[in-house]
């Protein structure tokens, strides 16, 4: 199989060759792994026993896909990754935002795959083997897994999409055993000695479903593209797409997080979750466990990389996409070996994730405002502007950089950082809102009511040279959520 040679360029029409299916496999078979199933474990970690941490996982994934799977319909249109598309809204130059996002959310779940990945395996083959579970031994599976990361994400889409459908079906084998395997110490009950984490049980339940349930969805705000752009919108409509997406990644997160969950109850797993899930295995489910661990955490790292590696080029265009998938592996790499060794688990996992939910999320809702309006159409020569390091354009706007969207994210996530609550930070606003981390509401919703106020619909947003922005064009034809039959992406992009 040849390595994949496609950057954040736009996909020609004849390569775009996958469809619906393929998005259903790889959002489900990626997220079939350790790196998702921990984030089952978090309820359970914060004090509430099985239907408080199945409820709030359940919630918050439901709200965090309804957002989220629009953002596949962009890069449908488009055939680019979905930071290059946001500079529709953001300018050429301001994408770089939707760019830095998605590389430090692709980042930390890359690191956090690896790393508890690699401490599952550590566990099981010293429970197999009797070895040593010292830093040097973590540090060599650290590193071979890292390697073999590299690996599927250099090689690109099309190994990474045979990946996720093995997985899909052996990691669902796996889990479904472990079902059995963890059964006989299976409780309801919180862990021992894990009170309530923010003090009672609704600013806790709340906390959990966006630190458990919402994070995985919002994860995914800029990796969507990455899979939709291989599909072609002149074979199969936005509405297919758009359940497709739906579909695949409600089934592919809640199965491996109610997973965890499970397994966090029956092995009493509060302070960590590693440790605990190996101890109580029994010794035939060690060699099943061990496999989960080793092939889940390299599909989904693997796609994860994937995706900072096109961050990565599309924020330094001189470098090839192999080349930045290289550096951002070291990168990640760096961060699991923090991880490990001088962070705490819980405190970086769920600080992490509600910072990044809280910059993200007014990010999404202005893209989507702006699909919304341009009703699916856009310009895809002019959306590589800052790729082929020229300059103009439709999306040139002020210096290649849409002044307004700018400010609108901005203001969104300041005011999401301010309200947020995280074990390691808490943000001036939440006794506004009586301790209760409200921080994504509120920075999607002030991000895209300014975005709305400062781009009025009847305005029209104009480039450098006066001409429309695609932004207020009403003459494309078609709701962009819906049906799309009559796509612009030519198959030269334009």
């Known amino acids: 199989m040849p390595i994949e040679q496609r950057g954040v360029d736009t996909i020609p029409e004849a390569e775009r060759t996958s469809g619906p299916r393929d998005l259903i496999s790889i959002l489900l078979g990626s997220n079939l792994c350790l790196g998702v199933i921990v984030f089952g474990w978090l309820p359970p970690s914060f004090g509430l026993g099985l239907w408080p941490s199945v409820t709030a996982i359940v919630a918050g994934t439901a709200v965090g896909v309804l957002v989220t799977s629009p953002l596949a319909l962009v890069s449908l249109r488009t055939g680019t990754n979905l930071s290059t598309s946001s500079g529709a809204a953001f300018g050429v130059r301001g994408r ?14 890359t690191a956090l795959t690896l790393w508890i990945g690699g401490d599952v395996m550590i566990g099981t083959l010293a429970r197999l083997t009797g070895m040593s579970d010292g830093g040097a031994v973590h ?45 006989g110490d299976f409780t309801t009950a919180a862990p021992p000695d894990t009170p309530y984490l923010l003090g009672s049980f609704w600013p806790t339940w709340l906390f959990a479903a966006v630190a458990a349930g919402l994070s995985g969805p919002v994860a995914f705000i800029t990796l969507l593209g990455d899979y939709s752009r291989y599909i072609s919108p002149s074979r199969h409509s936005g509405r297919t797409v758009l ?19 499970f397994t966090a109850l029956a092995a009493r797993a509060g302070l ?42 599309a924020i330094v265009p001189r470098a090839s996409r ?168 030519s198959p030269s992009g334009a």
Not at 96 to 109: E, H, K, N
Not at 142 to 170: D, E, P
Not at 337 to 360: C, P, R
Not at 451 to 459: E, S
Request: proline share 5%.
């Open 322 to 489: 192999t080349t930045a998938t290289v550096i951002a592996a070291a990168v990640a790499t760096l961060f699991v070996f923090l991880g490990h060794f001088a962070w705490d688990a819980q405190s970086a996992m769920t600080s992490f994730v509600l910072l990044l939910t809280a910059v993200g999320t007014p990010w999404a809702v202005i893209t989507l405002q702006v699909h919304r309006r341009n009703r699916g159409n856009y310009d895809a020569e002019a959306l590589q502007v800052f790729n082929r390091r020229s300059r103009g354009g439709v999306y040139w706007f002020s210096k290649g950089w849409e002044p307004r969207a700018a400010l609108a994210w901005a203001a969104g996530a300041a005011v999401g950082l301010a309200a947020v609550s995280t074990p390691l930070y808490e943000g001036p606003l939440l006794p506004l809102t009586g301790g209760v981390d409200c921080s994504f509401v509120l920075s999607g919703l002030v991000g895209g009511v300014l975005y709305a106020a400062l781009t009025p619909r009847g305005a029209g947003s104009r480039s450098s040279d006066g001409t429309s922005s695609p932004a207020d064009d009403r003459s494309a034809a078609g709701p962009a959520f819906e049906d799309e039959p009559e796509a612009t992406v």
């Open 243 to 261: 359940r497709s997406t739906a579909l695949g990644l409600t089934v592919g997160l809640l199965l491996p997080q109610l997973f965890g969950t």
């Open 139 to 183: 540090s060599l599976v650290y590193a071979l897994l890292a390697g073999a990361t590299v690996i599927a994400a250099v090689f690109g889409y099309q190994l990474l999409l045979r990946l996720s459908k093995a997985l899909t079906l052996g990691m669902t084998a796996l889990l479904a055993l472990g079902l059995f395997a963890y059964a």
């Open 272 to 313: 960590d979750y590693a440790g605990p899930l190996v101890d109580a295995s029994p010794g035939w489910y060690l060699i099943p466990l061990l496999l989960a661990a080793t092939a889940g955490s390299v599909g989904n790292a693997g796609l994860m990389l994937y995706s900072m590696g096109l961050d990565l080029d």
């Open 96 to 109: 770089l935002i939707g760019s830095v996002v998605g590389l430090l959310l692709a980042l930390g779940y």
